[in-house]
């Protein structure tokens, strides 16, 4: 179903309203990172968190060495503070006062989405891909502890090395917001040692945040009942700092001679640049009708041509974010890839979203699918070398085996 063509007066979608918030958790992992929401405008920020158990909350702000805000919040399951805001990265210490393992911390990057991610990079030494993560908390850190990408504290250990996780982050699994949690602070460090961290966006990234929450588990959900909101609302790019972060994020990327999306560059993107199409995507995004698109009193003035344009951006079967026809249907698409390669200066494409047993080849080597049945278990490794580019594939434990 595409939302958007439902009607063009922008009655898009049925509401979404939200559940009175429940007081009681079902023993659900929710606590630090699980459950964090930090909202932030252009004079405060708020940081939202839930506890293992009913009792005072508390929250410790900490820039560098110097602590800038500290509260307590009343005896209570669900959590919220605020503090004036800031620029740059801050440390937040928080979870239930009285309650020794009920403690956090959490970097959070509260310039995140001031600015878009680089789209085109020179080519690397060491470049790990993965497909989708859906939400598979412990999947996706064997696989990473293997890859020797992040050391067991979860920290960057990776040195140079660049990782590009392709989007679906969301959905299906249940510690979504762990894992973007993770992933947010995973960037700052890969950046820090000299490495890099580039997330893609996703077509479940794109539903969540424009309203169709059909994928979203229950414990996912609960998180905004307990915020008394809908589920997208925690990842509106207005308000929120996760949705600012994700809303910033490319939908492709090329390294060196290496091509990455979720779906896949079909030919109907021959006209565009890798450059010009995130021009595009950001321009999109930016528009009023990416806010309010679950909103169905929301009207928003636009002709049909445009209104139809970016409906296919988003949703349309070609599309970047939901193409299948490279893995799907490799014989009829060769011509389309070899245009599509040339067109974006590439070697090789390397997809996500069209799920298999594992890591494979197709196209004669020009086009790797990531995505795995058991999601993040395996992460691709194109190691640069002076006879060209060795391929391997390594799960969540043993070593790595040749593509």
Do not use: C
């Not at 960037?187 to 000299?194: F, V």
């Amino acid at each position: 179903m595409k939302p958007a063509v439902l009607m063009f007066a922008l009655l898009l979608t049925l509401p979404f309203l939200a559940a009175p918030a429940p007081r009681v958790l079902d023993g659900a992992r929710l606590d630090g990172p699980y459950g964090l929401w930090v909202g932030i405008d252009d004079d405060s920020v708020r940081v939202g968190w839930i506890t293992r158990k009913p009792g005072p909350g508390f929250l410790e702000v900490l820039d560098g060495n110097r602590r800038v805000f500290e509260g307590v919040t009343p005896a209570d399951s669900v959590h919220l503070l605020s503090f004036r805001r800031r620029g740059g990265s801050v440390v937040l210490r928080y979870g239930g006062r009285d309650d020794a393992q009920d403690r956090h911390e959490t970097e959070v990057d509260l310039d995140a989405g001031r600015r878009r991610a680089d789209v085109s990079l020179r080519a690397v030494d060491s470049l790990f891909i993965v497909g989708d993560i859906h939400g598979e908390w412990e999947t996706m850190l064997a696989t990473f502890r293997n890859a020797g990408l992040i050391d067991a504290a979860h920290h960057w250990s990776g040195g140079r090395a660049h990782l590009a996780v392709l989007g679906d982050m969301m959905s299906r699994g249940e510690d979504v917001t762990r894992v973007l949690w993770f992933l947010h602070g995973l960037e700052r460090q890969a950046r820090a040692a000299g490495g890099r961290v580039h997330i893609v966006l996703g077509n479940h990234e794109l539903m969540v945040m424009l309203g169709d929450l059909r994928y979203v588990q229950p414990k996912e959900t609960r998180l905004a009942e307990l915020r008394g909101t809908t589920y997208s609302n925690l990842y509106d790019p207005r308000t929120t700092l996760l949705g600012r972060w994700l809303s910033s994020k490319p939908g492709m990327v090329r390294i060196g001679d290496v091509l990455v999306a979720h779906g896949g560059v079909s030919a109907e993107y021959l006209d565009y640049s890798v450059q010009s199409y995130d021009d595009t995507l950001a321009a999109y995004v930016g528009q009023e009708l990416f806010a309010v698109w679950d909103d169905t009193t929301a009207v928003v003035q636009m002709d049909s041509v445009t209104f139809g344009r970016i409906v296919d951006f988003f949703w349309g079967e070609n599309s970047v974010f939901w193409y299948r026809g490279y893995v799907q249907q490799p014989d009829s698409t060769a011509v389309a890839l070899q245009a599509v390669l040339q067109q974006f200066r590439s070697r090789v494409h390397v997809v996500g979203h069209t799920p298999g047993p594992t890591i494979r080849t197709l196209h004669d080597g020009q086009l790797i699918a990531v995505n795995t049945d058991k999601f993040a278990a395996e992460v691709l490794l194109l190691v640069r070398g002076r006879n060209g580019t060795a391929r391997y594939r390594i799960g969540t434990e043993g070593p790595p085996e040749p593509l």
